[in-house]
């Protein structure tokens, strides 16, 4: 299984993510919005036009980790990855 996260290594739920994934023996390639500006702006980008953030825009959540599945379906819940 291939997945792209994007989040923060300074995020305790994106560094929980990313050992789940390894653990899972997925492949995973990380984007760190903290540390690499065309991975946020990339980030900002998704979070203003997909629909899996309707639920958290205008609250205090900044929706990460984001997963991203090869077949392009985009979620924030890591049980859907490890299905």
Do not use: W
């Amino acid at each position: 299984m291939k997945v792209t996260v994007i989040g923060s290594r300074l995020c305790p739920d994106t560094l929980y993510a990313l050992n789940q994934l390894s653990a899972a023996g997925a492949e995973a390639s990380f984007k760190d919005i903290l540390s690499c500006h065309a991975d946020f702006m990339e980030y900002l980008l998704l979070r203003e036009t997909n629909a899996v953030y309707s639920e958290i825009c205008g609250k205090e959540c900044l929706g990460v980790p984001c997963f991203i599945l090869e077949d392009g379906t985009v979620t924030l819940d890591i049980k859907d990855v490890l299905k």
